[in-house]
């Protein structure tokens, strides 16, 4: 339950609250990267082209995703700033306008699934088999958005009002309801039938429904519902649907040539075979299993930075961020540390043979140097964020997005050197990211922006 006091949403500059804020967070998101890697784990054990295929149908999925989750990151800035500023009252009218610019986006994306996928797929894929798993999987994966965007607003609301602890119970529901299904309808036990690869898909479905229900009953015992009217009638708004569309389509934009990219990406790495292809489906493992603290961090610094704005403490803002960074930095360097003294052990987990983990291990050096990389770059990124300037964060976006496509494209498919090679480009990606975004927060204009 929200505290009563006036000041209950205001948050301090200490490590404290920003570890109060973060740890929960980075539980909520490490417990999706666990049911991707069982998603994978369970997926292995079909053979190496299902594995290889998963990446792909994978990254193609999360662009439609990280549209609700851009949407998500739009919508937290704005009730974060409510929240400093002590207009609880209009916390209830953003969500609600949140709410039903989500939906709209997912019955576009189930529709684009539907008309495109097949095009693409079979316009970019070498093997006609991979193709036809591919859009097979995700005619049944797309179903799942609906939910899985209704459940990222809800959480986007318990983050922005300081309540990121109640965001946990959502999470461990839906990986406890993802393994068991896993198991059940790709293996067929339990009296489920035998799905194989699609198995996978209708067991993320039923997932995203149950954490959905998991954490709108949370919501609703906990009172914040009630307290902030969020469960009435929900009618449209035009001038609060204006400013968190305005506020989140840079941010969705963003996210979704973001992961387009790394669609790309994956394209060119399928170029050079199965193998490679599922070594770097694991490396996106690692990307999300060890990131996750990285990214708690980040969706700190968007709620922490918002609110102390909406306090007026524009000069603690720096301070703020310098904090988060050194909290995001030293876990990076420790999860580097542990993915280089036994990277064997971490790949041995997906039950592939000696010559595939000897291949990987190479990548998975590239790809743990790159999330230190990462651990400033996301901090100072979601700082601009923050300030409510989203059309910044896409302009950032942009110009890393336009070098890593072009290093990839030169060294993957012109020169056609190892993956380990074309995992480089997550340097090139992370390091423009964190060098704009760095630069803005120390000259932009930030402090005049009004959301």
Same mark, same amino acid.
């Given at each position: ?10 948050? *301090? ?168 299904? *896993? ?53 449209? *708004? ?37 193998? *490679? ?175």
């Amino acid at each position: 339950m929200l505290n009563e006091r006036t000041n209950s949403l205001q948050v *301090d500059v200490t490590y404290r609250q920003i570890l109060k804020i973060a740890l929960p967070i980075s539980v909520s998101i490490l417990i999706p990267q666990i049911n991707f890697v069982t998603n994978n784990i369970f997926v292995g054990g079909l053979g190496v082209q299902p594995l290889a295929v998963s990446g792909i149908t994978g990254v193609f999925y999360l662009i439609f995703a990280v549209m609700g989750f851009g949407l998500n990151n739009g919508l937290q800035a704005l009730i974060s700033r409510r929240a400093g500023e002590n207009r609880l009252s209009e916390i209830g009218g953003l969500f609600h306008q949140g709410i039903l610019i989500a939906l709209a986006f997912a019955l576009l994306d189930i529709a684009i699934v539907y008309l495109i996928a097949p095009i693409i797929f079979k316009a970019t894929l070498t093997n006609p088999v991979d193709a036809e798993m591919a859009v097979n999987f995700l005619y049944i994966r797309i179903w799942g958005l609906p939910f899985l965007y209704m459940f990222q607003i809800r959480n986007s609301l318990l983050v922005g009002v300081n309540q990121s602890r109640l965001i946990v119970y959502g999470t461990v529901v839906e990986t406890i309801a993802n393994i068991f299904f *896993d198991y059940s309808f790709i293996y067929g036990h339990f009296g489920f039938p035998k799905m194989g690869f699609n198995g996978a898909a209708v067991a993320s479905v039923i997932s995203e429904v149950i954490a959905f229900l998991a954490v709108y009953m949370v919501i609703r015992w906990k009172r914040i519902s009630a307290q902030l009217n969020i469960h009435t009638k929900i009618k449209f *708004d035009p001038v609060n649907a204006k400013l968190v569309f305005t506020q989140s389509l840079p941010l969705i934009l963003q996210f979704i040539i973001s992961v387009g990219s790394w669609e790309f990406f994956y394209i060119l790495i399928e170029h050079h075979g199965a193998q *490679d292809l599922a070594i770097s489906n694991i490396m996106r493992n690692i990307f999300g299993l060890f990131g996750c603290v990285t990214w708690s961090f980040a969706s700190t610094t968007n709620m922490m930075v918002s609110n102390i704005i909406g306090q007026d403490l524009h000069h603690r803002v720096m301070e703020l961020i310098v904090k988060i960074m050194k909290m995001s930095v030293g876990f990076a360097i420790f999860i580097f540390l542990i993915l280089n003294i036994s990277p064997a052990f971490f790949l041995k987990v997906y039950g592939q043979n000696d010559d595939f983990i000897n291949a990987a291990i190479p990548v998975v050096r590239v790809v743990s140097g790159a999330l230190i990389i990462m651990s400033m770059a996301v901090v100072w990124l979601n700082a601009v964020t923050g300030t409510g300037n989203t059309r910044i964060n896409l302009m950032i976006e942009i110009i890393a997005l336009v070098l890593y496509c072009i290093y990839s494209f030169i060294v993957l498919q012109k020169l056609f050197l190892p993956i380990t090679w074309g995992w480089g480009a997550e340097w090139i990606y992370w390091s423009a990211t964190l060098s704009c975004s760095f630069i803005y927060m120390k000259k932009g204009n930030w402090r005049q922006k009004k959301i």
